[in-house]
């Protein structure tokens, strides 16, 4: 970093971890930079001060200078600004950045301090989930509906019994692909959700609406909700795919043809944090599915787990802030579902 005598950034922005630029917002072009920065783009601070934003922007942003332009204004009137932005590097590699402006008077003269970090990693993984989820969607989900079709019709054309018998096979198994593609979309949901889209909840009454899905979906089972301790919650969908989950499990693999599920919600006794509990009586779930949950642990072909339920839950737990565990014992199941606790809305 190089710093003029009329303004400039601090020497300690040198040691800062996070790319940071300080901008003329009338002309857009960059005043002073730190070293991160500098690694970041390929080009250095004296560089950076003779290219205007065209110059070291992605070539496929159109209209980027005028956009940034904009913001630099904005952000220098005092509306902070944040965005994703693609940066052609001085050796021609694209980088993509999340720039945070912010108003910075300095020598009596305003300019604005970008705050640069790297996020091309989570950017092009976020891309190909994306792709990968549209194509497994929607090819894959028609794909499993002709088998499933055709499956029924070979049912209605054969009375032998070898036939029938292979017929509902293949329709159960390519309605179970067919149950991958609702998990999938459920997950890309809660990871692409943002605070914005949460809403402020009873955590009794979200898991009620929940409950109250799965009584009508499964009427022959028991589902009882409990609060033990009134507790509020700051969620989205995620919330109502992971308890979702977390009931169909209790029931489905219960063999009692009248299975029962206790829904508790009340504070956890070691955090305090939201702790919905999911009994059930069931045979306890296989090492197997915990294990495959393991993101440190090696997925090969005999130790993976053979649903994508608890994936969900705890994919959709995660991208709330919360969390996913697990007791079993000889007369059943607990899952819970641990979250962040709110405070309770302001009364008047």
Known sequence: MAVQDDCGLPAQYDRLTVGVALYDPETGLVMDANDRLESLVGYTTEQLRDLTIDEYSANTQAYAPERM?????????????????????????????????????????????????????????????GLFSRLLRHNLRNGVSVVAGRAEHVQTVSDAPAVQDGAEKIRQKAMEIGRLTESVKEIEQATTRTVADRTHRSATDAVAAVVDTYRDRFPHA???????????????????????????????????????????????????????????????????????????????????????????????????????????????????????????????
């Open 222 to 348: 028991d589902i009882s909700v409990e609060e033990r301790d009134p507790m509020w919650l700051h969620v989205d969908d995620a919330f109502d795919h992971a308890l979702g989950h977390a009931v169909e499990n209790a029931i489905v693999h219960n063999p009692d043809p009248e299975p029962s599920v206790a829904v508790t919600v009340g504070a956890s006794p070691n955090t305090g944090r939201v702790e919905v509990r999911v009994v059930d009586a069931g045979p306890p779930i296989p090492d197997s599915e915990l294990d495959a949950l393991d993101e440190f642990a090696e997925t090969t072909s005999t130790s993976h787990g053979s649903g994508t339920g608890l994936f969900v839950m705890k994919w959709c737990l995660e991208s709330l802030g919360g969390e996913l565990a697990f007791q079993r014992h000889a007369d059943g199941n607990m899952v819970s579902l641990l979250l962040p606790p709110k405070a309770p809305p302001s009364t008047r």
């Open 69 to 129: 332009q904009r913001w630099l204004r904005e952000a220098a009137a005092g509306d902070s600004q944040q965005f994703k932005w693609g940066i052609k590097r001085a050796d021609g590699e694209l980088l993509w950045v999340r720039m945070h402006l912010s108003a910075y008077a300095e020598s009596g003269q305003q300019r604005v301090l970008a705050e640069v970090s790297d996020i091309t990693d989570h950017y092009i993984a976020s891309r190909r989930v």
